[in-house]
């Protein structure tokens, strides 16, 4: 398959035509042909060295929000999900559900755990395999492109709202209405939430008041 895989720290990422199709599955892993993935600001840390977990090995195949079609299930996969499924992965890999960090949802402190795109091979390929325990179900009408970079980017923004623990009609404030902040923006209206959206930037300010979910107020 084709794969864009780090060689060496400090170098570019390579676009490589002969890299075998990771089909050694574990019982929970599945095999997605991979439709869309995000290019994150971690994928040029990890250029560099700076991410941790470091790769196990190098090349590497690096980008952890990806999104597909199953197309190949280990032996205790979920019958929630079956070959053909549309689906994303949280970039969780093989971590124990079982320690005190995983119990407390801090699963990427679990000694077990690895990262796909991170630790181990990732999203930017052809396919890729991952732990289906991690994976999020994607509806008919949200396509692969947007979905992707919610793996990762959108969790993110969402996961910081929800611990404010607000209620419908509270209000909010979003600083910073970049890749993030314009997503957290709308997760927060959608969730009923009064918005202040902040940022000194006009082309901020501009992208989103174009969204289908508007701020109730902006300040610059």
């Given at each position: 398959m084709k794969a864009l895989r780090l060689h060496e720290f400090g170098s570019d990422y390579r676009?490589?035509?002969?890299?075998?199709?990771?089909?050694?599955?574990?019982?929970?892993?599945?095999?997605?042909?991979?439709?869309?993935?995000?290019?994150?600001?971690?994928?040029?840390?990890?250029?560099?060295?700076l991410v941790r977990p470091k790769p196990k090995q190098l090349p590497l195949i690096p980008s952890h929000e990806p999104a597909g079609i199953i197309v190949a299930m280990g032996k205790k996969v979920s019958d929630e999900y079956k070959i053909g499924d549309r689906v994303g992965a949280i970039n969780f890999y093989n971590?124990?559900?079982?320690?005190?960090?995983?119990l407390n949802d801090n699963n990427i402190y679990c000694e077990n755990y690895d990262g796909t795109g991170i630790s181990i091979d990732g999203a930017f390929a052809e396919y890729q395999?991952?732990?289906?325990?991690?994976?999020?179900?994607?509806?008919?009408?949200?396509?692969?492109?947007?979905?992707a970079p919610l793996m990762c980017a959108g969790l993110t923004a969402f996961s910081a709202i929800e611990k404010c623990a607000l209620k419908k009609g509270q209000v909010i404030g979003i600083i910073g209405l970049g890749a993030l902040g314009h997503l957290a923006v709308q997760f927060a209206k959608c969730m009923g939430l009064k918005v202040v959206a902040i940022d000194n930037r006009q082309e901020a300010l501009d992208v989103v008041q174009k969204l289908k979910h508007t701020p109730d107020l902006i300040i610059d």
């Open positions: 676009l490589d035509h002969d890299v075998s199709v990771p089909l050694d599955l574990g019982d929970y892993d599945v095999l997605i042909a991979i439709k869309s993935a995000g290019f994150c600001h971690t994928e040029l840390l990890i250029r560099e060295g971590a124990c559900a079982n320690c005190p960090d995983c395999k991952t732990d289906s325990r991690w994976l999020v179900p994607l509806p008919d009408e949200l396509s692969f492109q947007d979905a």
